[in-house]
C-alpha cells in the first residue's frame, strides 16, 4: 500500500511503535516516519507507506509547532519530569509581563546545547545510551531558531509555553533554558506537536481510527516541503527514465510531476541542467 497519513501519536507510545503498528495494519514492508517524537510526547506525526517512504527527505520539516507545559522548581537528567530529579529550590510565582520580557531573549537564531538524553549519534553512539551508562560527554552547539515563543502561568508552580521552532530544536531543553534565564529549575511536564510547517494536528487523524480502517489518504502534494517548487513536466516517461532536462527555474532542489501525480526529484548541477536526485513513483 502506498500512503501518507497524518496520525496523532498518543502519549506513552514511541514513534516506531507507530510505524510498526502501520506497517502490520496495511500489511506493507516499507513504511516510516519523518520525525521522532518521544514515547511521553503526543502531537502531528507524518507516516509514510510503501513506495512513499521514498518522499521522506521531501517531506515538511522545516518549522514545527509545539505546546508544552512545564514546572519550575526542580530540574532532571532527562529535562523533563519522567527522568530522575537532580536539583531543587522553591521557585517564586511569576506575573505576565516577566515571563514575555523574558521570552523575547529567545526569539531569532541562537545556539542549544541538545541533550544528553537524546538519538543525536556521537562516534556511533546514541547519547541516551551513554546517558544511561552515567556517562556525559561534551556535546556541540547546533544553531536553533525560536520563530514565536508565548510562555503564561498555568497554576501553581505550572507553566504553559507555546513555540514554533526550526526542526531539531529540543523543546525540553529550550525549556530548561528558559527556567535559568529566569533563575530557577525548571522541567517539561506535558508536550504536543500541533503542527509541521502548514500541516496541522487538525488534520491528524487518531491511531486506533486509521488501524480500525477509520482514515483518510493524504495528498502527496499536501506533505512536501514548500520550500520545494512544484513543476509540471508533460513528458512523464521522460522523467521515469532519469534523463536530465532543462527547466525555467533556478532552485537547486525542484518536485516534478505530471497531471498533479508526483514522478520525481531533480536536482541543478554545473552543466545547467537538473539532474535525478530521486525517482518517488
Known sequence: MDAVLLINKPTGMTSFSVVSQCRKAFHEKKAGHTGTLDPNASGLMIVLLGRCTKLAPYCA????????????GQ??????VWGTPVEAKTPRIYEEDILQRTTARFIGVSEQIPPMYSAIKV????LYDLARE????ERQARKICVYSLEVHHLRGNSYTMDAVVSSGTYIRTLIADYARALGEFGAMSRLCREGIEHLSLSDA?????VIAGKYHEVNILQVLDPSYP???????????NGRPVQLDCSEHTVILVNNSSVLAAYELR????????????
Open 230 to 240: 512544484v513543476i509540471e513536466y508533460a513528458d512523464a516517461q521522460w522523467i521515469r
Open 134 to 137: 552515567g556517562k556525559t560527554i
Open 123 to 126: 562516534q556511533g553512539r546514541k
Open 270 to 281: 554545473d552543466d545547467g541542467l537538473y539532474h535525478c536526485a530521486r525517482g518517488l513513483f
Open 75 to 80: 530540574s532532571y537528567d532527562t529535562e523533563d
Open 61 to 72: 520539516s522545516g518549522h514545527k509547532h509545539y505546546r508544552a507545559e512545564f514546572i519550575l
Open 205 to 209: 487523524e487518531e491511531l486506533d481510527d
